[in-house]
């Protein structure tokens, strides 16, 4: 499933490819790309899990951002 979120609250680009990458590593997500100037995130992930690996995302901005926060259009 691919979907796009709003993502506030990033310092930097390099703050965002930073986060980017950990995302990255969350089990159930093929890709991760964050527009830093857009403030967009769009996600690919398993479908099944949906929920649970939004809660590992979020908890992943949380710690590399801790004011940065990830909204469903």
Not at 33 to 42: D, K, L, N, Q, Y
Not at 48 to 58: A, G, P, S, V
Request: aromatic letters at 6%; a negative charge.
């Amino acid at each position: 499933m691919k979907n796009t979120y709003k993502i506030t609250g990033i310092d930097c680009a390099n703050c965002a490819a930073e986060m980017e990458n950990a995302i990255r590593k969350v089990e159930g997500v093929q890709c991760a790309s964050i527009s830093f100037i857009a403030e967009r995130i769009t996600l690919e992930y398993d479908e099944q899990n949906k929920d649970e690996i939004i809660k590992k995302i979020k908890k992943v901005i949380k710690k590399e951002e801790p004011d940065a926060m990830l909204e469903e259009f």
